[in-house]
């Protein structure tokens, strides 16, 4: 191998610097249209993100009400499940308490029951003199006619009703009467 010629000798370039270093090179022709397509570019997939961001927020929200709604129904259906047998130890109570005074010691555990029972959302419903409704009422029996009343009203309360909010446990089992005609 021969050695390069003086003139074929390669001299480094020296290095650049500092202020050549951050210097941006001059734009090439057509460069700025590319800059700006790419903006364009930028900002429609910004603006894409940004939509599907919203998108998947709103989702999540939606989801959120559903979860909250779907518990409390949850909780609404175990209270529903949990009370409906009670309401027969309940008018076992009224039963006993219609024919005298209860002992203190059973008076006690009734009066506890019922305030437990009432705490979680069991409230009874059904007096005589109510106007009588059918989504409420379990008519047992028609007494005949009362010209004291205007509508076709409870006379007599078999077995009071019950309800969790405005779900009826079980509706008031009623005598009733209409009004004369």
């Known amino acids: 191998m021969t050695e390069p010629s003086q003139d074929e000798q390669l001299i480094p370039e020296p290095a650049p610097t500092p202020e050549e270093q951050d210097t941006p090179a001059p734009p090439a022709e057509g460069s700025v249209a590319d800059g700006a397509a790419e903006v364009d570019e930028t900002d429609a997939r910004v603006a894409e993100l940004t939509n599907d961001l919203q998108r998947l927020q709103a989702e999540f929200v939606n989801y959120k009400r559903r979860v909250e709604r779907d ?7 175990a209270t529903y499940t949990a009370l409906a047998p009670i309401v027969e130890v309940l008018d076992t109570v009224d039963r006993a308490r219609e024919h005298g005074d209860l002992d203190p010691g059973f008076q006690a555990v009734a009066d506890q029951l019922e305030r437990v029972v009432a705490g979680v959302g069991l409230t009874k419903f059904g007096t005589a ?3 009588f409704d059918p989504t409420i009422h ?3 029996s028609h007494i005949g006619e009362d010209p004291e009343v205007a509508v076709t009203t409870c006379k007599v309360i078999a077995k009071a009703g019950y309800r969790i909010g405005d779900r009826v446990v079980r509706a008031a089992q009623v005598l009733v009467v209409d009004p004369a005609s």
Do not use: H, S, T
């Open 71 to 77: 518990r409390e129904l949850i909780k609404q259906n």
């Open 129 to 131: 003199g109510d106007a």
């Open 138 to 140: 379990e008519a047992l």
